[in-house]
């Protein structure tokens, strides 16, 4: 019980991290998608 619990545990932690990584990747990707279409607008002009 005690090392499946652990276990688990491990497997929760490893999960939120890269759910951590995965929601930052996007929101740097879409942030720079951002500052990319605001560059292209304004070179465009």
């Not at 688990?8 to 995965?22: N, P, S, Y």
């Amino acid at each position: 019980m005690n090392r499946s619990s652990k276990g688990f545990g491990l497997t929760g932690v490893a999960v939120a991290v890269l759910l951590m990584i995965v929601t930052a990747a996007f929101g740097t990707s879409a942030q720079s998608a951002e500052l990319s279409t605001e560059v292209q607008q304004i070179t465009s002009k």
